[in-house]
């Protein structure tokens, strides 16, 4: 699939919520290193709620679908983890176009959700939380674009992976991490472990498309 239409996007929010779901073990014992123990659960709830939308997604593109699901991620994820995943959802949905997106367009728009996560966050690479996989993944994506939608997204992937991998040395400068100091480093940070979770999804959502 070399455009991201409705059925695509759907496709990648179902892939998203079955990473979420399988994962949620280990997103909360990360958690409850550096955390408080929830992020598993609370992106289970948040990603859970998107079913009704995914059954029957909006008639207006995958913007829609996908400002939508940021608006109900925002309304049913506590923690700091459901605003910044909502409106990143919201911010990249926003920024398409009616029509199915183009890996160039989606690269646009990808890196309108780090803008969003940052606007909202205030947090820069290094600072141990999910903009450290977004933002090497809005990164790839861009420059992998003229590759090909699948292509870009397996490059943004790999990167979010690795981003998450780089947060262990860090210590935390935002959110709850934060509040441990140097006890935070030595630690994957829970967020940019699911931002590559997200990000795979929409890889495998893609090669499979
Ligand atoms: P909470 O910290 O409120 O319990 P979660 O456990 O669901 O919420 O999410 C924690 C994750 O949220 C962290 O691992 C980090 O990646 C991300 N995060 C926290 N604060 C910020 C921030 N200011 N900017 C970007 N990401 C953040
Ligand atoms: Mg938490």
């Given at each position: 699939?070399?455009?991201?239409?409705?059925?695509?996007?759907?496709?990648?929010?179902?892939?998203?919520?079955?990473?979420?779901?399988?994962?949620?073990?280990?997103?909360?014992?990360?958690?409850?290193?550096?955390?408080?123990?929830?992020?598993?659960?609370?992106?289970r709830r948040g990603f859970t709620a998107l079913a009704p939308l995914l059954a029957a997604p909006p008639a207006g593109g995958p913007?829609?679908?996908?400002?939508?699901?940021?608006?109900?991620?925002?309304?049913?994820?506590?923690?700091?983890?459901?605003?910044?995943?909502?409106?990143?959802?919201?911010?990249?949905?926003?920024?398409?176009?009616?029509?199915?997106?183009?890996?160039?367009?989606?690269?646009?728009?990808?890196?309108?959700?780090?803008?969003?996560?940052?606007?909202?966050?205030?947090?820069?690479?290094?600072?141990?939380?999910?903009?450290?996989?977004?933002a090497p993944a809005a990164e790839a994506f861009r420059a992998a674009a003229g590759q090909g939608l699948p292509a870009a997204a397996?490059?943004?992937?790999?990167?979010?992976?690795?981003?998450?991998?780089?947060?262990?040395?860090?210590?935390?400068?935002?959110?709850?991490?934060?509040?441990?100091?140097?006890?935070?480093?030595?630690?994957?940070?829970?967020?940019?472990?699911?931002?590559?979770?997200?990000?795979?999804?929409?890889?495998?959502?893609?090669?499979?498309?």
């Amino acid at each position: 699939m070399d455009t991201l239409d409705t059925a695509l996007a759907a496709a990648w929010l179902r892939a998203a919520a079955a990473a979420v779901d399988r994962h949620a073990p280990e997103l909360t014992a990360l958690d409850s290193a550096i955390g408080d123990g929830d992020h598993g659960s609370n992106l289970r709830r948040g990603f859970t709620a998107l079913a009704p939308l995914l059954a029957a997604p909006p008639a207006g593109g995958p913007g829609e679908l996908l400002r939508a699901a940021g608006s109900t991620l925002i309304s049913r994820v506590g923690g700091a983890s459901g605003p910044l995943y909502g409106s990143a959802l919201r911010a990249l949905g926003a920024a398409l176009p009616a029509a199915p997106a183009t890996a160039a367009e989606l690269a646009e728009a990808l890196a309108a959700a780090l803008a969003s996560v940052q606007r909202l966050g205030g947090a820069q690479v290094g600072d141990k939380t999910m903009v450290d996989a977004l933002a090497p993944a809005a990164e790839a994506f861009r420059a992998a674009a003229g590759q090909g939608l699948p292509a870009a997204a397996e490059a943004a992937a790999r990167a979010a992976e690795q981003g998450a991998r780089d947060t262990v040395p860090l210590q935390a400068r935002k959110g709850r991490a934060s509040y441990l100091g140097p006890r935070s480093v030595g630690h994957q940070d829970p967020g940019a472990t699911s931002t590559g979770l997200i990000l795979r999804a929409l890889a495998e959502a893609a090669a499979a498309g």
